[in-house]
């Protein structure tokens, strides 16, 4: 990242499907937060392209109530007084995905994420 970008960092967010599209950039503290969708589904008809506006709580700290709620949640872990916010099964969903990704790049063609 160049250091003129906004707090340094990237972050994005998309679901593509075959009928659709949800994404999200997050924003940064202060800023109103929009969530894109656009659809081609018989249930957006009329309105094929939505954006929805919100606003988080503002929060000190990187990644605001996000980077707070994840922090609580590791620390609770550690602690023995919950459970972490990523479990090595998450690890190895994430990885199973990964390897799809290049499996179907190698193929070109698409395929089935592994359990």
């Known amino acids: 990242m160049p250091d003129a970008y906004p707090h340094g960092r990237d972050l994005y967010l998309a679901i593509r499907g075959t009928d659709g599209v949800l994404s999200w950039t997050p924003g940064f503290e202060g800023e109103t937060e929009t969530l894109f969708l656009c659809s081609d589904a018989p249930g957006f008809a009329g ?6 506006s919100f606003a988080l709580e503002p929060t000190p700290g990187y990644a605001g109530f996000m980077g707070r709620d994840y922090i609580a949640r590791f620390v609770d872990a550690v602690r023995g007084t919950g459970e972490p916010p ?9 990885l199973n995905i990964v ?7 190698e193929r070109k063609q698409r395929v089935k994420v592994r359990n």
């Open 99 to 105: 390897r799809a990704i290049y499996e179907s790049d």
């Open 47 to 52: 309105a094929p392209n939505q954006q929805i």
């Open 86 to 94: 990523v479990s090595g099964e998450d690890a190895v969903a994430v």
